[in-house]
């Protein structure tokens, strides 16, 4: 039988999968952009940042965000800089005609990859709710990390599956809307999105 410990923190960890967000916002942009497929990779990238933050937290590195304000300033006006980046070029393409995809859109396959893991770990916010969410629910006397990333697992299985539907039902949308014209103000509303969660991460305090 499941921990009731561990059973509640699977809980929190599926609300906060299905919070609207920056990730979320991210595989909207690359479904409109680039298809369903692409947006999965994408999605592995995210889940793959989980990963890293559950790592950092086991191991106290994600202490130096929670308690240094010059770290934290510096991780999330990163994190800000590459949103608003991200939600700029949605915007510009967005201007642009979408021709079929060719030998060099194919080759830039792996980008979404690193899209998505790089959205996810230059989040400041998520590495210190992992610091401050996962102590709750982890056995001090057991193995720290190794419980860390069996969250972390649980939560990337989580995320996988609820982004990899969102994708769906979006490039199904993406494909109706295309038909009348509707597809480039989405991409448009997408890159607001994106550049609206980097200014708000730009002024975030801890």
């Not at 942009?29 to 999605?43: N, P, Q």
Request: proline residues 4%.
């Amino acid at each position: 039988m499941i921990e009731p410990r561990i059973l509640a923190g699977l809980a929190v960890l599926a609300l906060l999968t299905i919070s609207p967000g920056a990730d979320m916002a991210l595989v909207a942009k690359i479904t409109l952009e680039r298809g369903r497929r692409a947006a999965l990779v994408a999605t592995l990238g995210i889940c793959s940042g989980l990963l890293v933050h559950a790592t950092a937290s086991a191991l106290g590195l994600s202490v130096i965000l929670a308690t240094s304000a010059d770290a934290f300033t510096i991780v999330k006006l990163a994190g800000a800089v590459y949103l608003a980046y991200l939600g700029v070029r949605s915007l510009r393409n967005s201007f642009r005609p979408h021709p079929a995809p060719d030998a060099a859109l194919r080759r830039r396959a792996a980008t979404p990859f690193f899209q998505g893991l790089l959205n996810n770990v230059l989040n400041p916010k998520v590495a210190i709710f992992y610091l401050t969410f996962l102590p709750q629910f982890i056995d001090p006397a057991g193995n720290v990390l190794g419980q860390s990333l069996l969250f972390a697992l649980a939560h990337a299985a989580m995320g996988i599956a609820w982004l990899a539907a969102y994708a769906y039902v979006l490039a199904r949308l993406s494909a109706f809307f295309a038909q009348h014209g509707v597809r480039a103000w989405l991409e448009r509303v997408t890159g607001a999105v994106l550049v609206a969660l980097g200014l708000r991460l730009a002024f975030e305090r801890r």
